[in-house]
């Protein structure tokens, strides 16, 4: 029995579509590993090339340097990531969730209005930004940083909270009401436990934007107030000289925590993304 000619057609495109995308996404992790490895002389030479004999030169170069760039900007991003997704969790699992159970029209436009603030690209609301806390005294702060993450994110995770609590049943909450507990004790007790999934998919997506944010850090912080990794990338790179060894190995170190972040929680980030989807 023939195979149509359009199976056949769907049985190769569809490999040779994976592999070319898959090859797109590996190129430029592959330009950052070899030059890792490699002297900044033999960079310019041959960016593409292996790192023939491999060398942690430039790694070295960098944990090493007299203004500690590295060191400053991966204590601030850890503490402004820490904060901001911790804070974006607790009250959008706490906000989805009393969405989520309230009825009327009301919480089903609050819903809306809230998914209105992911429409917003943040370099558009960046001036108005800037002048709030300029006029709050929260300007080149931490803490003004963690506020504009949380005020942005937060949209993101009631979309996600929201949509997940719809597998949970509200019989555990109503049987816990009727032994006596109050409705802090039944969410902090019993609904947040079952939200783990959902908590380690907000946790993994905020952590990855707001590690890799440049543009609120740049602004927002300063470079009298301290750096972060992003921006570190970007101050390592001079107006007429550039180390690229170094740029490179800036763009190794400052990978390895998200990516060892992605990895502790990745077995609850496809439930997590999927929850809520079946159901009404």
Same mark, same amino acid.
């Given at each position: 029995m023939s195979t149509p000619s359009g199976l056949r057609t769907t049985s190769w495109l569809r490999p040779f579509a994976a592999t070319f995308v898959t090859a797109v996404f590996f190129v430029p992790l592959y330009v950052v590993l070899v030059?890792? &490895?490699? +002297? #900044?002389q033999d960079i310019t030479a041959?960016?593409?090339? $292996?790192?023939?004999?491999?060398?942690?030169?430039?790694?070295? +170069?960098?944990?090493?340097r007299p203004d500690h760039l590295f060191w400053y900007g991966l204590?601030?991003?850890v503490e402004i990531t820490a904060i901001s997704i911790t804070a974006v969790t607790v009250i959008s699992a706490m906000l989805g969730h009393y969405l989520a159970r309230s009825q009327g029209r009301w919480a089903r436009a609050a819903l809306a209005f809230l998914l209105c603030g992911l429409m917003i690209p943040p370099a558009v609301i960046l001036e108005p930004v800037t002048e709030v806390l300029r006029s709050l005294g929260l300007m080149t702060t931490i803490v003004g940083l963690v506020l504009v993450n949380v005020g942005y994110y937060v949209p993101f995770g009631v979309f996600v909270f929201t949509g997940f609590m719809k597998t949970i049943p509200i019989e555990l909450e109503e049987a816990a009401a009727l032994d #006596?507990?109050?409705? &802090?004790r039944i969410f902090w007790q019993i609904v947040f436990p079952l939200l783990r999934p959902?908590?380690?998919?907000? $946790?993994?997506? $905020?952590?990855?934007w707001v590690w890799n944010d440049f543009l609120n850090p740049l602004l927002l912080l300063g470079p009298?107030? #301290? *750096? *972060?990794? *992003?921006? #570190?990338?970007?101050r390592a790179i001079g107006e007429h000289h550039s180390d690229f060894g170094q740029v490179f190995a800036l763009m190794f170190l400052a990978t390895l925590p998200v990516l060892i972040f992605y990895l502790a929680f990745q077995k609850h980030f496809v439930k997590g $993304?999927?929850?809520g989807a079946t159901k009404g």
């Amino acid at each position: 029995m023939s195979t149509p000619s359009g199976l056949r057609t769907t049985s190769w495109l569809r490999p040779f579509a994976a592999t070319f995308v898959t090859a797109v996404f590996f190129v430029p992790l592959y330009v950052v590993l070899v030059n890792v &490895f490699k +002297q #900044g002389q033999d960079i310019t030479a041959d960016p593409v090339g $292996l790192p023939v004999p491999p060398s942690l030169d430039s790694v070295r +170069q960098v944990l090493s340097r007299p203004d500690h760039l590295f060191w400053y900007g991966l204590v601030n991003s850890v503490e402004i990531t820490a904060i901001s997704i911790t804070a974006v969790t607790v009250i959008s699992a706490m906000l989805g969730h009393y969405l989520a159970r309230s009825q009327g029209r009301w919480a089903r436009a609050a819903l809306a209005f809230l998914l209105c603030g992911l429409m917003i690209p943040p370099a558009v609301i960046l001036e108005p930004v800037t002048e709030v806390l300029r006029s709050l005294g929260l300007m080149t702060t931490i803490v003004g940083l963690v506020l504009v993450n949380v005020g942005y994110y937060v949209p993101f995770g009631v979309f996600v909270f929201t949509g997940f609590m719809k597998t949970i049943p509200i019989e555990l909450e109503e049987a816990a009401a009727l032994d #006596g507990a109050g409705r &802090f004790r039944i969410f902090w007790q019993i609904v947040f436990p079952l939200l783990r999934p959902a908590s380690a998919s907000v $946790l993994i997506f $905020l952590g990855v934007w707001v590690w890799n944010d440049f543009l609120n850090p740049l602004l927002l912080l300063g470079p009298a107030s #301290g *750096t *972060t990794v *992003t921006v #570190g990338i970007y101050r390592a790179i001079g107006e007429h000289h550039s180390d690229f060894g170094q740029v490179f190995a800036l763009m190794f170190l400052a990978t390895l925590p998200v990516l060892i972040f992605y990895l502790a929680f990745q077995k609850h980030f496809v439930k997590g $993304l999927t929850g809520g989807a079946t159901k009404g």
